[in-house]
Nanobody, 128 residues
Framework: QVQLTESGGGLVQAGGSLRFSCVAS????????MGWFRQGLGKEREFVGTITGIGGTTFYADSVKGRFTISRDIAKNTVYLQMNSLEPEDTAVYSC?????????????????????WGQGTQVTVSS
């Protein structure tokens, strides 16, 4: 069983930045792809981005491309989501997730059912 522990998030003004951390209780982070999803109030959960286990390739949703960056520190079993130029539309509960498929294409990682483990979710609120 893999546990994902998130930290970060909170309240920020539009145009500001936040960073999430997600620590995975795994032996080797490179055996998992790590994704981020978000769910706004009254909305369906949507894909934000992913970093593959093998190679560390990143994929992003069009809505966050150029503003959000996913990175990882394998030695610390930690994945980061850096969010810049935040907009009120980014307000949501953000969750990290781990997929046991370490290397696939973006269409695979867009689907939340391809992730095996989930973090608890953390609220981000962007005020205008």
């Amino acid at each position: 069983q893999v546990q994902l522990t998130e930290s970060g998030g909170g309240l920020v003004q539009a145009g500001g930045s936040l960073r999430f951390s997600c620590v995975a209780s795994v032996r080797t982070l490179s055996t998992y792809a790590m994704g981020w999803f978000r769910q706004g109030l009254g909305k369906e959960r949507e894909f934000v981005g992913t970093i593959t286990g093998i190679g560390g390739t990143t994929f992003y949703a069009d809505s966050v491309k150029g503003r959000f960056t996913i990175s990882r520190d394998i030695a610390k079993n930690t994945v980061y989501l850096q969010m810049n130029s935040l907009e009120p539309e980014d307000t949501a509960v953000y969750s990290c997730a781990a997929s046991m498929q370490p290397l696939a294409g973006v269409n695979y990682y867009r689907q939340q059912y391809n992730y095996n483990y989930w973090g608890q979710g953390t609220q981000v609120t962007v005020s205008s």
